[in-house]
């Protein structure tokens, strides 16, 4: 079974300042997606962004980008010019692409809170 | 286009009693998953539904259940509620299966 382990439980950023939210997962399939979710307040889950992990380029959204080490197994998110707007909770989340045979959905790390400090 | 609905939002049901909670997804998606995310589990993959079958399921007992109909809309059921089963639960829809999930505002169930 897959695992995902996101190690910082809180992590605090000046607004518009840059911080990393560390993911890490363990897998022996050699083709998933990946993703960073984001759950503010609200309890609403919102998609950040997706990778592939067949594609070697690193995925971006606007401030959102991530560091996608395949043979390391690290997915990390890089929030570039912080905005009071993105203090949430952020899950990583690994998702198999294999269809049936007992696939477990998306796998959720803990998550990481997120403070911004105006 | 529409999101990803929910309903009821909130609910509160005693000890024993059964619930059922929906979700409509986003038109034209096929695939529901459901999940539940509680402080101490964190979320936890509940099972997922594509054309009407259920495709995966996770570790989780018989008393939780569900179903989907021909217009994509799905129902989880719980019977017996127990304490333990209060957590927000959470759907999810995606075009295709496996695909990206977009989720909705959950629904809060709370026993006593």
């Known amino acids: 079974a897959q695992t995902v382990t996101q190690s910082q439980p809180e992590m605090s950023v000046q607004e518009a300042e840059t911080v990393t939210l560390s993911c890490t997962y363990d897998t022996s399939e050699s083709d998933y997606y990946l993703f960073w979710y984001k759950q503010p307040p609200s309890r609403q889950m919102i998609l950040v962004i997706r990778?592939?992990?067949?594609?070697?380029q690193n995925a971006t959204e606007n401030r959102f980008s991530v560091n996608f080490q395949k043979a390391a197994k690290s997915f990390s998110l890089k929030i570039s010019d912080s905005q009071l707007g993105d203090a949430a909770m952020y899950f990583c989340a690994y998702s198999t692409l294999y269809s049936g045979g007992g696939a477990d959905g998306l796998t959720f790390g803990k998550g990481t809170h997120l403070i911004i400090q105006p | 286009k529409a999101g990803v609905t929910q309903t009821p939002r909130y609910l509160i049901k005693t000890r024993g009693q059964q619930v059922t909670l929906s979700c409509s997804p986003i038109s034209g998606h096929r695939s529901v998953s459901w999940y539940q995310q509680t402080p101490g589990q964190g979320l936890q993959f509940l099972f997922e539904y594509f054309s009407e079958t259920q495709r995966n399921k996770g570790n989780f007992p018989g008393r939780f259940s569900g179903r989907q109909f021909s217009n994509s809309r799905s129902e989880m059921n719980v019977s017996t509620l127990e304490l333990g089963d209060s957590a927000l639960y959470l759907c999810?829809?995606?075009?295709?299966?496996?695909?990206?999930?977009?989720f909705g505002p959950g629904t809060r169930l709370t026993v006593l």
């Open positions: 999810a829809s995606s075009l295709l299966h496996p695909d990206t999930q977009y």
């Open positions: 990778q592939e992990a067949y594609k070697q």
